[in-house]
């Protein structure tokens, strides 16, 4: 008997005969309960992985951001200085994952497919100015990659950053994201980030928080130091 290939559902043998893709006395193969898995080019872990891949792939930006542009979306924030329970970061690790999204769109009053508002820019000069005002970081450490997504789309993103890198000022060390706290809210404590990086200067008038050892020994096992 000759060898075969397959071609288009044709079997051609070698020797120059054709055949269907099976011979008339083969058996059927047998029903079976067991499915391949199914791809959907709509599933949100496609669709997330799919920004999440985007974003990598943007340039790397100083802080702050010199021009507002419109839009909103994801970003990373990148740390390389020399505040030492961090140093164990990697080059390609961020230290934060965050998203951005317009004022409103919690209550559904914005639209979810695009925005004119400066969502994604605002967002990171907040942040710049937060690391400016804290008395043992300095912005030129920092870094961002940003990305401008379809507002339906930012918040599976942000999950997939977060899960995926762990970043320390997500899993461990909470607060950097907070807004400026009204009067009302000064009795509550003070969050890990402005324990550890004091400066804010309404963080000040909080209650104290969680000791600054508890939380550098909580970033040392988080990231195996």
């Known amino acids: 008997f000759g060898s075969w290939f397959f071609d288009f559902g044709t079997a051609v043998r070698h020797d120059g005969r054709m055949s269907d893709d ?29 920004v999440v891949d985007a974003l990598l792939r943007q340039p790397f930006n100083s ?44 209550r559904g009053l914005q639209d979810i497919v695009a925005t004119r508002e400066p969502a994604l820019s605002n967002r990171l000069r907040e942040h710049a100015a937060s690391i400016e005002a804290a008395e043992n970081l ?39 994201g907070l807004h400026h706290v009204g009067k009302t809210r000064y009795s509550q404590r003070r969050s890990d980030w402005d324990s550890l990086h004091p400066g804010r200067h309404w963080a000040a008038n909080m209650q104290p928080g969680k000791d600054r050892a508890a939380i550098i020994e909580a970033i040392r096992r988080h990231l195996g130091a």
């Open 63 to 106: 802080l702050p951001i010199p021009e507002a542009f419109a839009g909103a979306g994801v970003y990373l924030l990148y740390y390389s200085g020399p505040f030492e329970p961090y140093i164990p970061i990697g080059e390609a690790d961020p230290i934060y994952a965050g998203k951005a999204i317009p004022p409103g769109s919690r």
């Open 22 to 50: 099976a011979d008339e006395d083969s058996e059927p193969l047998p029903a079976t309960d067991a499915t391949a898995q199914e791809f959907d080019p709509l599933d949100y872990q496609v669709i997330a992985t799919n």
């Open 138 to 176: 300095d912005l030129a450490d920092f870094r961002c990659r940003y990305l401008v997504v379809k507002q339906i789309w930012i918040g599976v993103a942000e999950s997939m950053l977060i899960s995926q890198f762990r970043p320390v000022w997500n899993a461990v060390v909470d607060g950097f």
